[in-house]
Each structure stands twice: as C-alpha cells, then as structure tokens.
C-alpha cells in the first residue's frame, strides 16, 4: 500500500477506492477489505462476509506517510483494536469475528436433549491475571497539536460484565490505550465494549458428547 491520506473516505480530501467497485473505501469493512485485497494473498471473501456485516457502521481511518505492507497495517495497527482473528483456510485467509455477546447462539444445547454427557473436567482457558473490568481507549488523533482529543471509558458503572467483575475480583483497571484509526466515539465505545466482553471474567472450556444428529456442529 502506498502512501496515502485515509482508508475512509472523506468529501474534501478524497480517498482510496474501495477493493470492489469504483467508490471510496467506506467504513470499517471497507478499510479490511481493501486491506485483504491489497496484500497478495489468497484471500477466501466468501468466508468473510459474516465478519463484513457485522463491521457495518463501524468507522475507523488508517492513514500512512510511506509505502507500507498492507497485510503489516491489518495485523499491527487495525487488528489490535477490533473482535477479529486471522483465520488460514484452504480458500485462503480470511478473518474471524469473535465477540460471542454481540452474536447470537446457533443452537441451544441442552444436557439430556441433544447433550449426552460431558467429558473430562470444566477448564478455565483465560489467566486470571488478565482479567480487567476498567479501559480507557484514547482516540481522535489531532496531529496540530500531536494528542489526542477524544477518550472513552468503559467500567462496572456502563458495562454489566465490568460490574459483575468488580464485585467478584474488584477493580482491575487495563492500560490505557491509544487509538490512531478512529475518531468517532460510537467506535471507540464499540472497541472496548469488545475488549471488556472479552477480558472481565474467566473464560472456560468443556468437551461434550452430543446427539448424531449436531454432526454439522
């Protein structure tokens, strides 16, 4: 990727065209792929579609001095920030979207309907020292005054699972972190909303046997 101003398109000062298409970039699932498609690889698009509906409204905008590897601006400086894992399929990679509050179940599974019985023991597979129920995300980057303007906070007083968090573990506060691809509070909300869906309780892990008829599971 050459240098440029922004991935998102702005009506003053232009921007990149989206990867399919003739218009600008748009968004956060336009910046990831124009991203993907500009890095080379083989890239599996149709196992992408869920993760780009999921990434409509969101707003984020990458901007560059020099020439830059595109797959490098993905996994350094947009991944960190957003609920998405780089998958390697035989179709080529693609990119998981992992925040289970913010999706729904596939099936319910219930012990004795379609569950037959667990195997092995429940095992926790989050460190319980990393567990965290406060961020700061600083976001709104102003390069004429070189900080950034804008923060966003989420903790046991905005977050359900933060408070739950708290009362059990009590406050663990996250490193503040610094944003420099977004400027709009609905995605600096949206991102550590994520991070704290993920980070504020023990996450754990159990083997079932279950009906012949899940085999799809």
């Known amino acids: 990727v050459r240098g440029f101003g922004s991935f998102t398109f702005d009506a003053l000062y232009g921007g990149v065209r989206a990867y399919e298409g003739n218009g600008a970039a748009l968004g956060a699932a336009g910046v990831v792929l124009y991203l993907l498609g500009a890095s080379g690889e083989k890239v599996d698009f149709a196992a992408m579609r869920p993760t780009l509906e999921l990434l409509q409204g969101l707003e984020i905008g990458v901007y560059l001095s020099q020439a830059t590897d595109a797959l490098k601006v993905l996994r350094e400086r947009v991944l960190p920030f957003l609920p998405l894992v780089e998958e390697q399929g035989r179709a ?55 900080r950034y303007i804008e923060s966003y906070t989420v903790d046991a007083d905005n977050h359900p699972l933060c408070a739950v968090s708290k009362q059990l573990y009590g406050r663990r506060v996250a490193t503040t972190l610094n944003c420099n691809i977004c400027w709009s509070e609905k995605t600096a909300s949206f991102m550590a909303w994520t991070m704290m869906n993920r980070l504020a309780l023990p996450r754990f892990a159990s083997t079932w046997i279950t009906d012949p008829s899940l085999y799809w599971l």
């Open 92 to 146: 080529g990679i693609w990119l998981r979207y992992v925040d289970i509050a913010s999706q729904g179940p596939v099936i319910d599974l219930i012990e004795g309907v379609n569950l037959v019985g667990m195997e092995g023991e429940l095992e926790q597979v989050s460190d319980p020292d990393d567990l965290r129920n406060e961020i700061t995300i600083n976001y709104y980057y102003d390069h004429g005054v070189s």
